[in-house]
């Protein structure tokens, strides 16, 4: 199984917290550079935060102070943390993983929904 698989997504109320989390094939986990995503009904999909091999993060600014994005690549798991979640963060969150070595590789997931309630 390489393509990533997410879960943790539901439904709470503005104002909550979720914790995404998405596991990967440990073939290609730790040498991964790995991304959350998301595509808001009716919008086009957009990056949410990602995280190098390395550990370096980077985050969209509509997120920054409320998502934290972590890896731990003993369990070749990415999480997200969300917190103050609002009613405009509903979406469908989507894990990738890629990176090169002497290959390249770039898996998604199937997503998971995310629903904030006002």
């Known amino acids: 199984q390489v393509q990533p698989v997410e879960s943790g997504g539901g439904l709470v109320q503005a104002g909550g917290s979720l914790r995404l989390s998405c596991a990967a094939s440990?073939?290609?986990?730790?040498?991964?550079?790995m991304d959350w995503y998301r595509q808001p009904p009716g919008k086009q999909r957009e990056l949410v935060a990602g995280?190098?091999?390395?550990?370096?993060?980077n985050y969209a600014d509509y997120v920054k102070g409320r998502f934290t994005i972590s890896r731990d690549n003993a369990k070749n798991t990415m999480y997200l943390q969300m917190d103050s979640l609002k009613p405009e963060d509903t979406a469908v969150y989507y894990c990738r993983a890629h990176g090169r070595t002497y290959y390249s590789w770039d898996y998604w997931g199937q997503g998971t929904q995310v629903t904030v309630s006002s």
């Open positions: 440990g073939r290609i986990f730790s040498s991964s550079a």
């Open positions: 995280i190098t091999s390395g550990g370096d993060t």
